[in-house]
């Protein structure tokens, strides 16, 4: 960001003019412009979902373990249940999964590593300790440890996979505001006598938003990548749910006859988290996180 | 140096101290009575409340949490409860030893790689090279490890029959006679943290290639090949030494996912299944494990950072 240190902190809808400037900027990077195109059309197939999906994505059939057909695209699995349908229906679960966890991530993270960041002192020790401890448990670890006590199904794997992005997220606010917190807008909302919940919301806020947009994309990918990890263990998404860590974990039986039921699932899982991640990278080149 | 050992020393102490609070409150508030769960569901109340305070089961919490960890100290970890009669001690050291093993294969496939990927990416940010391995790396951590096991499955083993689908050891004989079943485990191990670890040395590198004293060493006169040598290589490493420490983390808790696609009897399977079978002692002692590990790994990471670099024991900075 080239902005002289006299500036003040710009408003709102200059934020969001520069938000679409930079998936405008997405044009020149083509890693990027390949990750936006790929969520974008994941976007518009959830959202077309009932649209093109030929059958139901819990209804039975006679026609079981069929290979790919002109009437079954991706084949059908144990109950003859169509896997196109499914893979469609799985790309519902997996989006209103991975956008509320990241978002509890990021509302979570931001909250703590920027007062941490902004108060300094005891508050940043006791919450860089307190954020320490929780990254020193691996995040699939303490997603199983939660979901044992809470029990497995949607919401819980929500609440799970949010809080392991808290303290991830918390170190990237933390930084990014400590950058911040001491230029000349901050010192001018200070004299003026602004509260300091008012100086962290509109003024470092808007200012670290880049730095969260892309660690927001990276943890979006990471979402998606921890709750397949999930349904795959069992732990997740609960049946006739569709959902793609699931299909994989009951194809698991048949990979000697049916190897497609594994197949398909596990290429919408790795080219969502792959698009993601070529987005995250391209957000990070044009708002110049990268170098 | 010998205060920040010892000041580090007992940060390490502090966080395990926590870390075992919070494992010993987590397993408490797992739906389900014990009692019940050993007995059955037709035991008669007086043989319940009986195995209670047998168990200890009706003393307050905190007496239980002093209870529970004196009995780690002394080594003593409990009874499976799943299980029935076996030592969870003995159990945990069998399946910690598997596990160390997958991960230093995964570490010996790994550090040099990504040494080798992340120098090669960052010496010419921006050329076709780095732009073709970072979008490799990229794919690395896009996939998901049960996916990349099920890949290798389905080729080497449905299709060629090279390798064995299971990698469930046996006990009778020797980890390393049974060589072919840790291969495929190891490389679906390995792929999520290739990936990272050489984006980091990339990060890493072109840092220190654009930093001052690396402009001043060319400035000085000193050719390139002394620069890369003397100056970026050694700065541009240190820092990887405390991202694969972190990924060591990664590796033990990460393995779940592993050692369930393969069937492969390490630490991490021990904790699900437990968590699966509600057998608390068996959970404890293996979470408590992987956290030990990785606080333990961290700390001798400090010190050996330390060590190396002499800057950071005067100056510990913001990032």
Redesign the interface.
Known sequence: MEKSNLDLSPGLLDRIKNGFSHVLKLREKP?GLAGLIIIVFWILITILAPYITPYGATQFSQEKFAPPSPQHPFGTDRWGRDLFTRIIAGSRTAFALALSATFLGLVGGTALGLSAAYFGGWTEEILG?LM??LM??????IA??????L?PGTINVIIVIGIAHIPRIGRVAR?AT?QVKNQEFVEAARVRGESDLYIMGAEILPNILDTLGVEGAIRF?YSI?LS??LG???LGVQPPTPDW?LM?SES?SY??IA?WL??FP?LA??SM??GA??LA?GLEEVTGG?? | MISFTASRFLQALT?IL??SI?IFL?AE???GDVAQMILGQYATEESLTALRSKLGLNKPLHIRYFDWLSGVIRGDLGTSLSKTGVEVGPLLVRRARNSLVLAAGAMIFIVPISFLLGIAAGLR?GSWLDRTI??TT??L???????TG??L??IFS?QLGWLP?SSSLELSRGIFQQLPRLIMPILALSGVMLGYITRHIR?SM??VL?SDYTRAATLKGLGRRKVLTKHVLRNALLPAITVIAINL??L???A??VE??FGYPGV?RL??DA??HRDIPV?EAG?LF??VA??TV?FGTDILYTLLDPRIRYSRG??
């Open positions: 890693l300790r320490d401890i020193s448990f691996p995040a699939l670890l199983m440890f939660v979901l044992g006590v029990g930084s400590l990918a990548f397949a990890s795959f263990l069992g860590g994989i698991r990979l000697q190897p594994a197949i596990a899982i790795a988290v792959l991640n070529f990278e990268k170098q | 966080s926590v870390a919070l987590i508030a797992l739906p940010p970072s979008v990229l794919g951590i896009s996939f998901p490890s049960f996916i099920l890949a499955i389905l449905v689908a990060a072109v840092k654009r983390g990664w033990l808790g990460g779940v996912v369930a696609t991490a904790v699900l968590i699966k959970m979470l992987v956290v990785y606080i961290n913001e990032e």
